[in-house]
């Protein structure tokens, strides 16, 4: 039998994200120090399964994204401020043959993650990796975004 210690993470799901399939949870704390906390979020999509369908656009599924992040940020008593990292997943073939001739990063989600950022972080800007991947979890998924957060206890 497993026992938790109290400085074993803390998984769960915040109230306003859509529910993951039950192989994870959105969110994982785990303390660091007695003062500190790193918190760490599943890929955020612009997707909401109690939809039929995704948004179509990069754009509309980061906007998405991003309001999880917040929400998920705050259920674990963290905020975009306490990013210290961040990983962009973007589909590389969108089917969309304007957007496809773009540079990834030059496909509009860079400017919506900063004003993000602006509103909900003060300007932070934490490191970043921004990866192409052929496919993400759904044929529809065409960005994700992953972060981890270290916040004060």
Known sequence: ???RSPNSPV??????VPLPPPSYRHVAIT?????????????MTGCDPANKSNPRTLIEQASI???????SLAAAGASPRDIVQVK?????????P?????????????????EFMDKEADGHR??????????????DILYECEVWAI???
Not at 11 to 16: A, E, K, L, R, S
Request: one cysteine or more.
């Open 31 to 43: 303390p660091l120090l007695s003062n500190s906390r790193l918190i760490t979020l599943a890929g």
């Open 11 to 16: 998984t769960f799901n915040p109230d306003g």
């Open 126 to 139: 934490p490191p970043d990796t921004v990866i192409g991947v052929a496919k993400l979890a759904k044929d």
């Open 65 to 71: 994204a991003f309001a999880k992040i917040a929400k």
């Open 151 to 153: 916040a004060s206890s």
């Open 1 to 3: 039998m497993s026992r």
């Open 88 to 96: 962009h997943y973007i589909v590389t073939h969108t089917g969309d």
């Open 98 to 114: 304007i957007v496809d001739k773009l540079e990834i990063v030059d496909r509009g989600w860079a400017d919506l993650w900063c």
